[in-house]
């Protein structure tokens, strides 16, 4: 894949991993389409782009509504065209127990990640496999792997994305269109901030895998992406323990127990 003059969406463009990829991607030589729910947001990400001398389109859209998503990519390929990459970046949720979780918020944690990158790619993917071309990368959690205690919402919505992954690169075989799952740990971000007692939630061994930034997170996307990966998993560390939990998963799962979430006594 070549990332000069491809024209490369990115849906949760707004702030974080979505943002950083854009303008990195932008500075790569790729012309930008940006999704979001809020324009204002990604006017400041996409002016930043164009005052470096990249390209860059906003389209502000809500991602989990899926008529939303087909009336902008009609949009897009009538002003644009069909994207050459699709980067379906855009996630939600908090980590909280079954017990903790209000029905309607697990329906919205479904609806992004998964069915926002299912509608997404269900909008664009009949194009690039009828002209033979392009690159579908879907940005997960190490949670698509290795559940924790006390996130079972967010744990269902990642191990959905994975499989919404997995199964695209089985039916797409052979079409010309890649697939690529990027698998990253702790990223700087204010995704804490707004979903207080979640990083409290993280066990402790997991102090010993460094976090990433935004920037360097969008250079492996970058690299990934070119490079035509299955999957990339980063940092090394992480890579390291799903190799782990894969062949141990008993004592993946211990571990997890001892040093994760504990269930407080006013949950039954």
Not at 53 to 75: I, M, N
Not at 105 to 127: G, K, L
């Amino acid at each position: 894949m070549r990332i000069r003059n491809a024209l490369v969406l990115i849906t949760g463009a707004s702030g974080g991993i979505g943002a950083a990829t854009a303008r990195e991607m932008a500075s790569a030589g790729a012309k930008v389409i940006l999704l979001a729910r809020t324009q204002s947001k990604l006017d400041l990400v996409a002016d930043e782009i164009r005052n470096a001398g990249g390209q860059a389109y906003v389209y502000p859209c809500d991602l989990s509504d899926a008529d939303a998503v087909s009336t902008t990519a009609e949009r897009i390929k009538a002003e644009i065209g069909v994207p050459d990459v699709l980067i379906n970046n855009a996630g939600a949720g908090r980590w909280l127990a079954l017990e903790e979780t209000d029905p309607a918020e697990a329906v919205s944690m479904m609806s992004t990640p998964y069915f926002a990158a299912f509608f997404a790619t269900r909008a664009f993917v009949q194009d690039m496999v009828r002209r033979g071309s392009g690159r579908i990368a879907n940005v997960n959690s190490p949670m698509a792997y290795l559940v924790i205690p006390g996130a079972s919402g967010y744990a269902a919505c990642r191990c959905a994305l994975r499989g919404l992954n997995d199964a695209l690169r089985s039916e797409l075989r052979g079409t010309g269109v890649g697939v690529t799952h990027l698998v990253f740990g702790e990223v700087t971000s204010d995704y804490f901030e707004n979903n207080p007692g979640s990083h409290e939630r993280i066990p402790s061994i997991s102090k010993m895998i460094p976090v990433l930034s935004p920037e360097k997170t969008a250079r492996y996307i970058v690299r990934a992406i070119e490079s035509d990966k299955d999957e990339l998993v980063r940092p090394l560390i992480m890579k390291m323990i799903l190799i782990f939990t894969r062949f141990m998963p008993r004592t993946s799962a211990w571990i997890n127990a001892k040093t994760g979430w504990k269930r407080p006594p006013q949950l039954p």
